[in-house]
């Protein structure tokens, strides 16, 4: 401790697993936003990664809502949020909006997309495997034509209602720290926007990086012109969320109110490597040069593949260093702006390094899971044709 | 037992002291008391604050405060000349046990004591994502332990730094205003032990409160005004470096 904090503020509220969440939260909204560009607005090119993105979305959806119940002080009281929500408390609001995009967006879609596959699937299949196909198809088996094509425009009517409902999503993580107006360094209506446009560019990595990792796996030819595109994507989404980072930073720095000499301050010590070194020159700067040298000189396929390689996993530690500077810095000085505090990360505690870690993996285990029981590849263990109406 | 007229005498004034002491322990009984009728406050007045800290441990012992958390505490600040932005401020302990003779000579030395707001727009219970923090008809922000579910966004969005996590409840925590002690007729345990008369529970709902010819009389102000949360928390001699 340092200066003067007052005597409760000592001890951090919100720990490691509370940077862990709108991470998670993120990647699930940026895949889900990448995949949408396919179905609504015939982007050809990403075609290949639609259905890994979409399960990517949902394992770490499954996954984002675990650190908070870890978190919580009464965990076995988490549901009263849903039966007894104050109206007023942007949290009880984001419950739903999670519910909302896991039942009514991303389930229904990926059933909608895989619904013929599941039905060949459990034909093809005998004993456990087929009641396991049966039981995801609800019982609808019907795969003539015309089912096939009202799943087809069910389908983009979920993915045009999904795409806002993924900008609420995170829109809304950001707005449970923008609208603190304790605290000035999450206070700002610049953060639900900065979040969502985050939120993208992790997303968007993410999507590039897996789709890359399962070809090497799958021993597949990646098909460059959809590398291409995605990278030209996360290129410009990343410029966005550059200038919106920089113009808040730009604000603060001008108007330099109140509270900005105790955040410079802690922008130059506490948060030197997280924020400066790895958020801005390691996580954003860099691959933003990488991605720019793409976009304007003509390489070869394979130093390409590299560069989207490093530039993608960059990305990922540069949105995690963001999230971590939110969460943990908003928290390391006083609200009285006259001292800070240092945060000490814990290894084998219900809030340490460890159960992080474990969530960080275990939304690649249920990626794993669900593409060994939904093959994102068309034609793939299914003895069937590429499915023509996704 | 006969007692002749002059035991009975003699005995009077020993029991009417005696009758004092009841009254002054056995407080009214909840049942009389109508939220609807008070709007609790208080004063706190920083020319009379002395940092002997007896509030800080009246508050422990009364409401079972755990060791290292503070439901109320007393800061020291000392600032030079016109340097209010920079105030140097310490609390070593919450002021439970007083402070150290100053070593600082010159500029500006007071104290300030702090507690929970109890403010009408609260931030606290708007961010509540239960509603296990509320507020009572009479003013005072509570917390509901058997139902708050600990997820701390409370303690992030109170501006004063008034709430804590309670390590064993589980739970936000934070100062009632001896909620089960005003409710009774009775005052504050950090009021009632005061020395100086530094803090003063207020009723401002009571016409007949001093606190009225007070606010009128003097320069009074709370804290972080421009964060509108509608303390009622009011401080007689504020310094403009208090944060």
Known sequence: MEGFMYPNEVELQWSVLIVLYPFLTGLVAGAFILASLERVFRVEEVKPTYRLALLTALAFLIVAPMPLQLHLGHPERSLEMYLTPHRASAMAMFGFVYM????????????????????????????????????????????????????????????LIGIPSAFMLHGYVGFIFGSVKA???????????????????????????????????????????????????????????FTMEMLDLIHRIYEA????RSLDFMVHTRLFLSQIVLQIFVGTLAPLALLALTQLMKFPEIVRKRMYAVAATLTIIGIFAMRWNVVIGGQLFSKSFLGYTTYKLEFITREGLLPAIVLMILPFFILYVLIKVLPPWHGENTGATPAETD | MNLTRRQVLLLLPAAAAAWEFVKAGTPDQAPNYNMDEHWWGMLLDITKCI?????????????????????????QYHREDWHIEAPVVSSPDGGKNGFPPGKVAGGKNFFVPKMCNHCVDSPCTQVCPVGATYHTADGVVLVDYEYCLGCRYCIQACPYGCRFFHPTKHTADKCTLCYHRIS?????????????????????????????????????????????????????GLDGSVR
């Open chain 1, 100 to 159: 909302w995009y896991l039942m009514a967006v991303l389930l229904l879609e990926i059933w909608l997309d895989y619904r013929r596959d599941i039905v060949l699937m459990a034909q093809a299949s005998t004993g456990a495997k087929r009641l396991l196909y049966k039981l995801l198809s609800l019982g609808s088996d019907n795969i003539s034509e015309g089912a096939l094509r009202v799943d087809d425009r069910a389908g983009w009517i979920i993915t």
């Open chain 2, 51 to 75: 940092g002997c800290g007896s509030c800080v441990r009246a508050c422990a012992t009364e409401n079972d405060v755990p060791d290292g958390y503070f439901r109320t505490w007393v800061e």
């Open chain 1, 183 to 241: 605290n000035p360094w999450w206070s700002t209506p610049l953060m639900p926007v900065v979040f969502l446009f985050s939120a993208m560019v992790s997303g968007i990595a993410l999507v590039l990086l897996m789709y890359m990792v399962t070809s090497l796996l799958r021993r597949a030819p990646i098909d460059m012109r959809c590398l291409d595109t995605i990278a030209k994507y996360l290129f410009y989404t990343f410029v966005i969320d």
């Open chain 2, 184 to 236: 009774k007729g009775l005052t504050t345990a950090c009021c009632e032990n005061c020395p100086t008369g530094a803090r003063q529970l207020a009723d401002l709902k009571n016409p007949k409160d001093p606190i009225h010819e007070f606010l009128k009389t003097h320069t009074v102000q709370v804290l972080k005004p421009h964060l509108a949360t509608g303390s009622k928390m009011f401080y007689n």
């Open chain 1, 257 to 260: 109110d109140e509270s900005f």
